[in-house]
C-alpha cells in the first residue's frame, strides 16, 4: 500500500502557566514600597533594566541602604523616606511591594487595580499580576525562567543548567546583532537568504569566537540573490527527545521545510522551528507508507525552490533508513545534502537494559540486520546463521512478522534453541516493553507483542541476564513478581527514569 505525503497540522501551543513578557523599563517610573532585604534585590534588579526607581520606606534594611548607596549600573534609585500612600500609584509602569502581611498585601493590590498599574507582592505570589524569574544575562540577549511560583528553586537550578550552555562572548554577538540588523534587512530580502545569514551569524556566536566585527563582514559579503536550497538528513533517535544531538536541534530550529516519518515522536518535533512547514511521508513496515521516489521527488522539488528542508528520520539515518537512496537522487539533481547522525534503535536498547552489545566473555562481535527485504520477506543475500552465534551478538531490525522464518532458518543451522533473546517495543518512550526469553520463544513473544509500536530483537549471549535488570511495574494478569508469561519468557513493563 502507498500514499502520498501530506501536510501535517501546524504544532499547537501547548497550556502556559504564565506568559512570558519582556517589559521595557527604559527610563521608566518604578515604586517600590519597602527597604526591606528582599525589596533591595528587586529594587537593583529594576534600576538594572534602566528604570528611575522610588523607594518607599519609614526605614532601610542594611541591604537596601548599601544599595542606595553603591548607585545603581543603571536607572536610578532615589529614597522617599515615608510610608506607601495611594499617590505612589500615579504615573508609574509597576509597583513591587514588601508587604508586612495579608492585609497589606491586599490594600497594596487594591490600590494598584484602581491606578491601573500591574503589581507584583514579594513572596505572596496570589497577589501578583506578574512575577520575576531567573534571568541568565546576555544583554541585549536575556532569559527569564518561571515556574510560575510553584518552584523557585527549580527555576534557578535550570539557570545554572543555561548558563553552562552559553558562551561569555555570546553577549558581544548579541549587542553586534542589534547593530547590523538594519544593514542585515537592506541586503538581504526576506526569505531563505536573510534566514541563512542568521543561522551563520548564530553559528559563529555559538561556536565562542570574539572577533565580532571580521566574522559579521565575511557575513555581510555574502550572495544576495536566491541561492539553492539544501537538505539535512537528521537522525531523531529513537523517540526520547532527550537522546537528540545539539546539531540535530539547531537543523530543526533552522529548517523551512520538515519531512518526517510515522516514527517520529511528538515530542521531537515539538523542538522544531514552529514556522516550519510539516509534512508527514509516513515508512513504516506492514502499514500504508509513501514511495521512496515520491519523498525523493519531493524532497528535490523543495530544495530547487530555495528551502532548507529537514529529512526527519527514526533511529540514525544511516542505519536502515535508505539515506542512499535519498542521498544519490539529491546529488543526482545537483542539491547539497548532509547527514545528521542520530543515536539508533540497537544502542538505545543496549542502554535501557544495561546489557553491552560487545563483552569479551560472550560476544567479540554485533551485527545489525534487517528483518525485510523489499518483498516483505527475510533477505536472501544475508547468511544469518553467519551473523548470528554463541561468540556474537545480533540485532534485528524490523523483523517481527518475520521472527517465525528467523527462528525456523536458525534452528536448522543448529543454533541453539536456548540462546538468550529479547524483543523491546518502543525503545525509549514512555510506552517500552521487553520481553526476555530464548531462541525458540521468539514467534510467540513477537506474536504477543502489540503492533503499536517499533519492535527490536537482540539475539545471542550479552542478553541472559536481561530479565533480571530491567525495572518493572506490574503490568495486568502478572504474577506475584510482576512478570507476565508469554511463551516461557519474560515480559515487563519498564519505567522510564
Known sequence: MSRKPSKAPPARMKPLAVLPVFLNLNGKQVALLGGTEAAAWKAELLAASGAHVKVYASELESETEELL?????????????????????QNVACVVADATDEAEAKAMVCAAQNAGV????????????????????????????????AAPILGQAIRRKIETLLPQTLQGWAQLAQQVRARVMNRFPAGALRRTFWEKFVDAAFSGEAAFEASVADLL????????????????????????????VRALQAADVILFDDLVSDEVLELARREAKRMLVGKRGGRESCKQHDINALMIKLASQGKHVVRLKSGDPMIFGRAGEEIDALKAKGIPVSVVPG??????????????LTHRDHAQAVSFMTGHSRKGQLPETLAYENLIGPSRSAILYMGSKT?????????????PSNLPVVVVQSVSRPNEMVWAGS????PAACKAMSTA????????????????????????????????RHAAGTFVQTVMP
Do not use: Y
Not at 543515536?343 to 553491552?356: D, P
Open 69 to 89: 548607596e553603591r548607585g545603581a549600573s543603571a536607572g536610578s534609585l532615589t529614597w522617599h523616606q515615608r510610608p506607601w500612600a495611594l499617590d505612589v500609584f
Open 343 to 356: 543515536i539508533t534503535a540497537a544502542s538505545a536498547m543496549a542502554s535501557r537494559l544495561g546489557v553491552s
Open 453 to 484: 509500536g517499533p519492535i527490536l530483537i537482540g539475539i545471542g549471549a550479552v542478553f541472559q541476564k536481561t530479565d533480571k535488570r530491567a525495572d518493572c511495574t506490574r503490568p495486568a494478569s502478572c504474577d506475584e513478581h510482576g512478570r507476565q
Open 118 to 149: 500591574p503589581i507584583n507582592v514579594i513572596d505572596k505570589p496570589a497577589f501578583c499580576q506578574f512575577q520575576f524569574g531567573s534571568i541568565v544575562n546576555r544583554s541585549p540577549a536575556v532569559i527569564g525562567i518561571s515556574t510560575a511560583g
Open 221 to 248: 559579503s555574502g550572495p544576495t540573490s536566491v541561492a539553492q536550497g539544501r537538505v539535512t538528513l537528521v537522525g531523531a533517535g529513537p523517540g526520547d527527545p532527550e537522546l537528540l544531538t545539539l546539531k540535530a
Open 403 to 415: 521472527a517465525p522464518q528467523l527462528t525456523k532458518n536458525l534452528l536448522g543451522k543448529g543454533i
Open 439 to 442: 531462541l525458540e520463544d521468539l
